[in-house]
Each structure stands twice: as C-alpha cells, then as structure tokens.
C-alpha cells in the first residue's frame, strides 16, 4: 500500500523535504513524468532520465557529505528506478507512483540529516 498519487499529477507541499535545491528538483521529476505519461516519447523519456540522473547524483552527494547512515539502501532505490527508466516499457503510472511512495518513504528518512 502506498502513498495517494495527485491528479493532476504535480508536486505539492506535501512531498516537502525542506532542502529547496532537492525539493526543486522534485517538482522537475513530477514534471517530467507528468510530460512522459501525457506523450510517451524518446525525447520526453530522455530529458526525464537526465533530470532524474542529475537529482539523483545531487542528492547522493549531500548524502555522502552528511555521511547519512541510509546513503547505500537510498542509492539502491536510485539505481533501481534508473535501470527501469534505462529499459522503459511505458508504464507512467508505475513512474508516478515510485516517485510519490520514494520520497514520503525513502526521501523523508533524510529529513533533518543531510
């Protein structure tokens, strides 16, 4: 069981981590799938697989400079979400879903720790 996933799909307040850099690039990953479900397309999947890799590298090194104890069990989720969008079959509602259950869950863990 997971997290209610917003219609329309945007970012709200709820999803906030209180870094505003990775906050901000939180709304750019909702944005992006937001995007890739309305048009299912190799120039929307390639610039949310971009985004995603630089969020996900941004956020691993603050992890790393914290020395926050969840870095390896967080890089896997990144890894894993990466390798999906790496060999994409087109399910955005999956992509919706991982990202609002990842940041409540996963995300939220770090809150106060980086």
Known sequence: MGFPIPDPYVWDPSFRTFYTAIDDEHKTLFDGIFHLARDDNKDNLGELRRCTGKHFLNEQVMMQASQYAGYDEHKKAHDEFIHQLD??????????????????TIDFKYKGKI
């Open 87 to 104: 060999h994409w079959k087109g399910d955005s509602n999956w992509a919706k879903t991982w990202l609002v259950n990842h940041i409540k």
